[in-house]
């Protein structure tokens, strides 16, 4: 019988053939993939626990965010989580990150307020992620709290809740300037905040110039880039902020060029129509970088698993095109509950990787000359002759290289570490 999993032999046949395939467009598949395997994806933890960190067991998830689904297994304490992450990383090909929410801090079970969290409750992360190998990159939480109850926390109109969370947010960036020197690359610390009205306000001024004051405050003290990098996410709407949000796209590209900061474009916080491939040699052309939350709206800003689609492709090419990889950040955002968690991060991140290899396997420069000569005859017939070449024996060479299952293959890992693991969990 033939078995369900292609031997390595025959990954490598295939590949050889690819290899030649491409070499005949003059790319080289030897190259793309030394790209690719020094290209690090930021894994959000939240996946693993659908957003409810390690506060109080009975949390409930604000900031008009949803993580629908009751499929078993979530993560309920911290070594549970870094378990469920040993076990997406060892099936996702290359080295990666971590991307890490203050509501995942240790506290030894004391009750510490966010605005007084410290590195101290990051050791364990810090350790493991040093054991691991996995940069560290930081969030703070300005949802889920009493503190945020009222819809709004950095452009509230109360001074007192503005203070909280300016210093829940500094408190951050000094845990993330820790996390940096000690792993060694810089950590990105976003700034996502919920903020927004339901129904059309009547001064929608007044919360941005609020907004703007705080952060200057959070960004007063400078810190080494070396080590902590700030970067500020936009979004059009959320529940319960559907007329009016604050930090929306305009207000937050304003921000970080006129401060030097990143800027983060979340893939579903825009009109369901618009796309952030088209964004990014607009906003490079006046930020050095940029943080992608890599997600996917289904009709409204759902965070689904991010799955192989045109639109992953388009900014997978746009980064690779405008060579801009070292420029961009690349995390993943989403939360569904309704599948195996593990297997919804080992999905995302596989097909993030696959759109950034097809990308890395294109006749660039012959694409390009074709389009400066005006041949958009040749162009067209030529991006879709592509679709058709071999990336997937590439892929499936890549993942043998790296040690990690080819294909689905993964699946049957992830089979047993739900049966052995996750449906222990009750
Ligand atoms: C919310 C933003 C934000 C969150 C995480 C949990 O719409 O996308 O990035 O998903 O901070
Ligand atoms: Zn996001």
Redesign the pocket.
Known sequence: MMSNHPTDKQIQDAYRLAKERYAMLSVDTEQALDTLAHTPISL?C?QGDD?RGFESPDVELG???AATGNYPGRARNANELRRDLDKAYSLIPGTHRLNL?SIYAETGGQKIERNELGPEHFSAWIAWAKEKGHGIDF?P?C?SHPMAESGFTLSSYDEGIRRFWIEHCIACRKIGEHVGRELGTPCVT?I?V?DGFKDVPVDRKTPRMLLKDSLDNILAEKIDPRYNLDSV?S?LF?IGSESYVVGSHEFYLGYAIANHILL?L?S??FHPTEVISDKLSSVLMFLDEVLL?V?RGVRW?S?HVVILSDELQALAQEIVRGDFLPRVCIGL???DASINRVAAWVIGARNTMRALLMALLEPIDHLRELEVSGDYTARLALLEELKGLPFGAVWDYFCLQQGVPVGIGFMDEIREYEKRELSKRT
């Open positions: 959000h939240w957003v900031g008009g965010l929410h969030n939480t949802f976003n996502w919920p996410e979004k959320g983060c979340d579903g916080h939350h997600s800003d965070d955002d989403f939360f």
